[in-house]
């Protein structure tokens, strides 16, 4: 179903936003107009925008990623290709209203100037260093930040966003989206409108399962994490403002060494990024090889979703929990404990499945202020974690036939005591992070954690 818009009023709309080109502008209302859902003022908040919302408690609410090119990113064409996408997911330039009966998106009017900060710097780890430590408040009316720093004849696109948004596996499929757009529009003059406006409800999981397993899915009302008192050692869990970012790297010689052993052994990637998180805990913390620990696993659940393309940029994650009973005398044995109970893990056809539907219940049967405070009282949130991205393709990633060089991963800055590594690889590079709320002391004994798990991949 198309709709009339008043051509005139919206042309005059996108330029003052900052859209340059009046081809692109007239391509833009034509696809506005055949998609009438993206002209709505206001846009209800769906189940996990609501989850992510309650998560403000717990941490910053920001999610932190970073692309780097080997060449200077027209910053004209970016940023009208910004701009499409924008117009494309309006929920990403809304406020967000916390009403305790339903929290809900109200759309805002914007410049681009507002998402996108571009400049030339001198020294570029200050640059992202600054970027990284700011947040976005729920009543902006742009709920992502970019910065696109210039540093000899380099370009560094650093991004912030608020995780009601979307995860790490929506800013995939967003940034896949923004560089085909941008190469075809730089190389081949197409308009950059083709992003996805589809759904973003969480119910989509089901919607490619076999009917009778998606109706046992959905009954799939307990989620038990284990308990677990385990926390590395800060001075305090005083509640801090402060951002503190440590991150490290595996160089491709020792990753590819780790993810050979890990192939011999019937284990994953991801099993002997665990056991290494687990083993580099043992190490700060002096715990005994005989006792055991649980480490909470970020899965993406698009793994249901026959097209992911087809769906809007959004949060799809869940967590399992790889909770053994013995950390082991070494790393090996560790990947080895990790790997047997990650298998029993997948043993369950609805591994990450569990809880989702009386999340739902909660959220669609109360209002949002006393669901809140109900689902706080069983959310259990882990001490331990590890999210992994995966590998960044860098073909989908490329821009004007330009692939990254490297990418970096942070999620929200927790408060303390959790501690949620992120990571991802790139071009055979291992990256890893931790973002905390915390001081100058936390930031050590990060490093030293960091130091360890670095010492823990490289041992393998």
Partial sequence: MSIAINTENETFSLKRKGLTDDKVIKDLIKLKSQNPHLLNKKIKCEMYDKVNLMCRNYMDRMARFEVDYDFIIDEEAFKNVAICWLECAPFMHSQVINSPLSPYWKVSDYNINDMVVAKTVDDIDLAREDFFSKSIPLSCNVQMNIGLFYCKGKSYVCFIWNHMCFDGGGYKSFWSDFCKNYSDYVLKGISPVNFSTGSRKYTDIYKDMDKTFAKGAKKQFANISPRDNHTLPFESNEKIDNVVIVAREIDEYNFSKATSYAKNVGATVNDVIVAAYIDAFGKVTGMNADEGINVSCATDLRRHIKDPSSIGYTNHVSFIHCNIKKKGENIRETIKNVSAKTKELKKDPYIGLHG????????????????????????????????????????????AGNPPFSAFVAGAAKNKPCAVMTALSINGVLKVSMCLRGNEKDKNLLEEFFTEFKKSIESI
Avoid: C, H, R, W
Wanted: aromatic residues 12%.
């Fill in 356 to 399: 989702l539907p009386l999340l739902n219940i909660a959220y669609k049967t109360m209002v949002y202020l006393q669901a809140e405070t109900v689902v706080k009282l069983f959310y259990n949130n882990p001490t331990l974690s590890v999210s992994n991205v995966g590998a960044i393709d860098t073909v989908s990633f490329s821009m």
